[in-house]
């Protein structure tokens, strides 16, 4: 060993050496820092994803807590006598007169107001598109089960985080979505007028909700998130990240830049990126411009008003349902508000929790997957996340239906009903589109590793015959091409054994060979590794062939042939 | 493969790579040996050791040299931009401390194509926004350009340990367990089961007191018999010559300030609202009871049977009331039933006559309760 560090010693270089000496001593520095100080993190854009989620979370954390220094949360009425003319002189609450102070009297204030609401909508943004990229490469897969759970978790926290925050300057916009939250909870069966009475202490609106609201924002529900991320990181961490197929890459290594320098330099420079592009959209762009609503009154609505976008399926469901309320022994079930507010949502959540787990069941795959899938590889899932994501968009968009209907001039009725056959038959469609797409590819993908690529290099060979160049496709790509592995079904169980005993979980084993069948029956076969040596040697033999028999057309011919291609 | 000694095979391999020696530059043979390859033409390497210590490049890999990895004048290049961004932050973050010290936080200015908007904000944000986005577009150039930019591998182990490891593990878990006893003494475990039970049972009891039991308050307004009908927002009491046909009145019963007031809260607010419209009485297809109207004035809880939004909007022609919320779309020349949307019941009508000095007045509280559902209604 040469490569032994002996830079000249400065004062600098001693007091380093000095705490690092220190810091050893009592923690043990040195065994943690050598197997982590270069640990490998693979490098892709899609993994900078969850990074925009993090990085926007503690954003959101650090302007949050300067805007508590100003925010009362308080319903007590005062009469407004800020710098914001137009409101001078009006009855409203502490809690809106502190909001309006902090964009208009406090230096900074507006600023931090707005950072803080784009980061919250970057957080959801990014922590739904990181679950899509999670879902689509099969990211979920064994061993990061739990990981994928966490991170649900998060999501519905992150929901719950943005709801509480936006409720809280009491403008007349946010007073109408606590309205509409307290409707929700009174339609409960059972219990709905007791839970409305608790957390309003009394009626509707009272005056003790944004106090609540506001420890629940701002120490409830931010501590849950900071402990699941931390959990979620060290998981990410300890099991270290997935990486995509490539040359050199494989199950069993990871490959990507160490922790440092560059990962520290990137990730750390990074966070600077998102905080600053935060600001900078601070800076230019408005949100929610609090001091043109007015302060809440429940008897008072504006037109045309929209929740933050995280909430637009559920207004979306809650437009779309059917005014549907039984009555069962006169008591009433307001499925009208049950189905799209409480019971839909449910549903999500738990489907896509249980997800990995369900997969798993279906395809009898046990294996620990650290190489990821490409899309088209896992064709049903694809195809079914593709399902999920078109449901979701249809509720979304009829969370909109009256700025289409104004803008479009159609009627509200007309675009409902349009909404409500789509959300039925749209994911269909998307399922069987998305299917064929991804099944088109992976024989795109086969035709590519076994007939070569094509180069666009016509010859005419001696009998007059034009024939395009093909070539072997390069290694890194045949890397990535052969990535995927054929899966065999899970096989029809035996009705009987030998001795004509009945298997035991006949039924369930059925079931579940069914649904494998149907998991990969269509996949076009993976090109097997003695497949492809044949093929390529077969177009290389071609290509050999070919250039030493051909010649190269000149110009007129070329151009002739080539229409004719 | 262990780190050779040779100089000229450590920098061979270091692309960039961790040589304690290097001053920057690169052996002239070897730069001239890269320059081949370069061009961004890839080069496969060779399973060679990069650095000295930690993990090392994957056998095979593909790698593509850079120029400032060949031409010192690239790299120096870089390592300028690099500084200047991480300057010009400095001065932004100077330009933020000035720009609070000068602009009011109430300053407005005008600007093309984003109008009217905070001046102050618009100085701060650009200025603390650029400080924060050099220091990383600093970093990740310098990442980009001057770090190594070969991929190192490392192993992977599957999650599940080796047997030894695991049959240890488990060992001490059982023989811990058992020393405990736990599993020999049945009494212990049921009894500290049922402790367990209990305990989160006070966290759940002490809930009780963040409110009061409803007493029938959600089926009650501040409507009474003879109580008057004032305009929302001017508080005047109405007259029926105030209401022509076709309008809409938004109102609140009399004495709703004073309410207010004296509770502290706006729950009132939140029931008692209600609209006037007038019809010609023989437009009226149904109401809610016998005569509740006024010589065709209508008066319905503004409160929607939906999840609660306030109704505002009339359609004079269809005689439809359209909540902004939901859509939810009730038809008031027919007993506010609803005819499209989610809501499922009709709006409460409230009975309503004048008094003796001609004001309209309520003949007593809706008949049924306002705004969503309770469980509770008959
Ligand atoms: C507060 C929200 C979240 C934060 C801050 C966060 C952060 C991160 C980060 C920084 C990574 C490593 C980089 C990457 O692969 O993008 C990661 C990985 C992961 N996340 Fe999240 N995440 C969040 C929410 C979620 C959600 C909603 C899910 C899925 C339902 C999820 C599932 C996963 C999984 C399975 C991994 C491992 C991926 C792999 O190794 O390829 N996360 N997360
Ligand atoms: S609250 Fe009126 S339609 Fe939903």
Known sequence: MTATITPPAGPVQRGAEATYDYLDQRLGLSALLKTNVRKIFPDHWSFMLGEIALYSFIVVLLTGTFLTFFYKPSVTEIIYDGSYLPLRGIPMSEAYASTLNISFDIRGGLLMRQIHHWAALFFVAAISVHMFRVFFTGAFRKPREFNWLIGVSLLVLALLAGFAGYSLPDDLLSGTGLRIAAGIMQSIPVVGTWLVFLAFEGEFPGTAFIPRLYTIHVLLVPGLILALITAHLILVFYQKHTQYPGKGRTNTNVVGYPLLPVYVAKAGGFFFIVFGVLTLISALVTINPIWLYGPYMPDQVTAGSQPDWYIGFLEGALRMMPAWELLIFGYPISLNVLVPALILPGLIFTLIALYPFIEAWVTGDRREHHLLDRPRNAATRTALGVMGLTFYVVLFINGGNDVIATTFDLSINSITWAMRILLILGPWAAFVVTKRICLGLQRRDRDLLLHGRETGRILRLPSGEFVEVHEPVSEERAAILMARQDVRPLPLPPATDADGVRTPGLWHRRVRSRLSQWWYRDDIPAVTPAELAAAQSHIRHELAAAESMGVLPHEPELSEALSRH | ?378
């Open chain 2, 1 to 378: 493969m262990s780190p050779t000694s040779d100089s000229s095979d450590r920098s061979a391999g270091g692309f960039g790579g961790y040589d304690p020696q290097s001053t920057g530059e690169i052996d002239s043979d070897v730069r001239g040996e890269i320059l081949r390859q370069a061009g961004r033409e890839p080069v496969t390497r060779a399973a060679q050791p990069l650095t000295a210590y930690g993990p090392q490049p994957a056998a095979g890999m593909t790698h593509y040299v850079r120029q400032t990895d060949i031409d010192p004048r690239a790299a120096r290049r870089a390592e300028r931009q690099v500084s200047i961004m991480f300057g010009l932050s400095a001065l932004a973050t100077v330009g933020f401390m000035i720009a609070y010290v000068v602009l009011p936080a109430d300053s407005l200015v005008a600007l093309p194509f984003f109008g009217r908007t905070s001046a102050s904000n618009l100085a701060l944000g650009l200025s603390l926004g650029l400080a924060i986005f050099l220091i990383g577009a600093g970093a990740i150039h310098w990442a980009k350009k001057l770090m190594p930019d070969v991929e190192l591998s490392q192993e992977r182990h599957p999650m599940l340990p080796d047997e030894q490891t695991r049959a240890d593990a488990l060992g001490q878990v059982v023989e811990g367990g058992l020393e405990s006893g736990i599993t020999r003494r049945p009494l212990l475990r049921r009894t500290l089961l049922a402790a367990m039970a209990l305990l989160p049972l006070p966290a759940i009891v002490m809930l009780r007191d963040l409110g009061p039991a409803p007493k029938g308050e959600l089926f009650r307004t501040m409507w009474s018999d003879g109580r008057r009908i004032l305009a929302d927002i001017t508080y005047q009491p109405l007259r029926p010559e105030d209401i022509p046909v076709g309008a809409m009145v938004s109102a609140v019963p009399e004495g709703i300030v004073e309410v207010t007031h004296e509770t502290g809260t706006l729950n009132e607010r939140a029931k008692a609202p209600v609209v006037l419209v007038r019809m010609a009485p023989e437009d009226i297809r149904s109401q809610q009871g016998q005569g509740w109207d006024y010589q065709g004035i209508l008066a319905y809880s503004k409160i929607c049977t939906h999840v609660g939004c306030p109704i505002a909007l009339y359609q004079q022609r269809t005689k439809h009331l359209l909540c902004p919320c939901h859509q939810s779309t009730f038809d008031l020349a027919d007993s506010g039933v609803p005819i499209f949307g989610p809501a499922a019941r009709r709006l409460p009508q409230l009975a309503i006559s004048v008094d003796s000095e001609g004001y309209l007045v309520a003949l007593g509280d809706f008949a049924e309760p306002v705004g969503p559902t309770i469980w509770e209604r008959e």
